[in-house]
């Protein structure tokens, strides 16, 4: 017995360490695309995703670990990393099946996509890009919409009544930003016609 549970905690170990690197290259591919380091980011996607593959392979033989958290925020890090690129590159939503993880993970995943929309949006009012920054909160809210079809308790899916909460909040708050950019914005224009009519 003592063999068993010896072989299962080292196991465990290993998972985490694995997971933790899963997870410390999708942050890096996320903070590489805010940046628009388009080849940095796609290099640490790939190094996410076998590393992850890694992971798969090692918990085959243990459904309770293949199921467990370790597990799922490694899945749901590297998902996240990649909605956020295709969503700010393409204007693309990609689904679970083309990222190869589980349910749960992508739809928290995507949950925390809606938060690095938020942080792109406001770089590109920052930069005086206003009509990309509403094509920001346009993908925003369809991916609330989305989520807001997923009503179901925390035991089939838990923590995503609170992650709702939380895009909602997001989008109201970026809603509120853009709506005060776009009238600075149109302020400026006025400014501008009246001097150029002096």
Known sequence: MRKHFDAQEELREKVLDVSREVIRFSARAIAATHREDQSSADEFLAKARDTLATLAEAVKAEPNLANSGIILAAYQEYGEATLVRALIRDGKLLTPEELNIPYKSYLAALADTVGELRRHALDLIRADKVGRAEQALKLMEEIFELLMEFDYPDAILPGMKRKQDMVRRVIEHTRGD?????????????LERAERGK
């Open 178 to 190: 853009l709506t005060i950019a776009i009238r600075q914005r149109k302020l400026e224009r006025t």
